[in-house]
């Protein structure tokens, strides 16, 4: 869109495109959290186990890394004029759908459908970023985004159960799915008259192409073992979290509202936090590898506090260290995402954020599924923090191992 909209229009509207991406990440957020605050209502309607909802998300997580083997080139060809609009309403239709579930497998299908199409969320929105947002600026800008989709994550628990009560779960899950459709008319009206930035049918060599360029490169796979070790912490948390304080604390569906808005809110500083911190950095002169390192190993010893919440005997304390270790997360996710943008050719900036998200669902899927069979078994929630505590610092360890030395992509053009 820089390279085709004319100046002055793209400057005027960034901020709006912005705000409508971090939008569709609210949305995006909501239709994903909204199944781990409903489980004890729907697991009693639909008669669901442990095993169940842990294969339910084990479903969600194999449906959105299947769709990111196609969905990086799909955001690349279509450019994020016509890319962003496409899945929002795609995912949209897919969270209407659950409304209509009357059974385990009806319900599987709409989550496989949700996870599959809401894969086009993060390389459209990094994509997006990374054409509005100078190398130096991009940190805040994702920091802002990453931070303030953390608001889905926020009013999930708050207003979902409200709405539950009033209208039903399936009330519930109708009604976002009607948010996403009016915001892909908003998109619509408000890139009207911006070229498309869609790729052309034939690329230039060294596009980095699936199956070819990024997949022999050690800056695909260094993001990509970075993206599996850190996301299936996220996955874990998002779909556990709720569950970890019923079971250890005896919060019933009206008291997780402010626990879990506690702890989003958290990570939605942690990501702001994040954001500026590394773009202030960079103004002074530190390079790009000292920085994003940098920020990603502070954020991993932060991550090293989880296994603290099952010593505390008070709920609050506990939302605190888990807010933590989400603040921390999305600190190094920030850095991660910004990282992409920094070393990876444009025209490939939404492949490679693809492949490194499948990865990270790939590990989320094996993860929820094993914490159901660990919870089922008796073992409790100590191996699976056991876990969290571990995975950032094996992140850091691994991109060191792949790269020590970071090359921003203007400098290696």
């Known amino acids: 869109m820089t390279t085709a909209a004319p100046g002055r229009t793209l400057a005027a509207r960034r901020w709006l495109i912005l705000g409508l991406i971090i939008g569709a990440g609210v949305l995006n957020y909501v239709d994903r959290q909204i199944i781990a605050v409903l489980k004890p209502v729907i697991e009693a309607d639909l008669h669901w186990s442990d095993i169940d909802y842990g294969r339910l998300a084990s479903l969600f997580q ?107 779960w399936r009330g519930a899950f109708i009604g976002v799915g009607v948010l996403g459709l009016v915001w892909t008319l908003g998109w619509i009206a408000a890139t009207a008259g911006l070229p498309s930035d869609a790729a052309p049918a034939v690329e230039a060599p060294g596009a980095g192409d699936v199956g070819g360029t990024i997949l022999k490169d050690r800056r695909t796979w260094a993001i990509a073992g970075a993206k599996a070790l850190s996301d299936q912490v996220w996955w874990l948390l998002l779909f556990w979290t709720p569950d970890f304080l019923h079971r250890e604390f005896g919060l019933g569906l009206k008291d997780l509202g402010p626990p879990l808005a506690a702890i989003y809110s958290c990570a939605a500083a942690g990501s702001l936090l994040a954001g500026v911190i590394s773009t202030r950095l960079l103004r002074m002169g530190y390079g790009v590898g000292r920085v994003r390192k940098g920020a990603m190993l502070a954020c991993a010893l ?38 992409v943008a920094d070393i990876v050719p444009r025209e490939a900036v939404g492949r490679v954020t693809s492949l490194g998200s499948l990865c990270g669902n790939l590990a989320g899927m094996g993860i929820v599924y094993a914490a159901g069979l660990i919870l089922a078994d008796g073992a409790g929630y100590g191996p699976i923090l056991a876990v969290v505590a571990v995975s950032y610092l094996l992140a850091v360890g691994w991109i060191q191992l792949l790269l020590p030395k970071l090359v921003p992509v203007a400098a290696s053009a």
């Open 302 to 339: 932060l991550a090293m506090t989880a296994p603290l919440a099952l010593t505390l005997h008070d709920e609050w304390m506990a939302v605190g260290v888990i807010g933590l270790v989400l603040a921390a997360h999305q600190g190094f996710s920030v850095n991660l995402f910004a990282l």
């Open 62 to 168: 194999l449906a959105a890394a299947a769709g990111y083997l196609v969905t990086g080139r799909i955001v690349d060809r279509l450019g994020v004029k016509w890319a962003n609009p496409l899945g929002v309403a795609a995912w949209s239709l897919a969270a209407l759908a659950h409304g209509w579930a009357r059974s385990f497998l009806q319900f599987a299908l709409a989550r496989m459908a949700l996870g599959a199409t809401e894969s086009m969320g993060t390389p459209s929105s990094i994509k997006t970023i990374a054409s509005l947002f100078s190398p130096a600026q991009r940190a805040t800008a994702i920091g802002i985004s990453n931070g303030a989709t953390n608001i889905g994550a926020i009013l999930t628990p708050l207003f979902i159960p409200a709405v539950a009560i009033a209208w039903g």
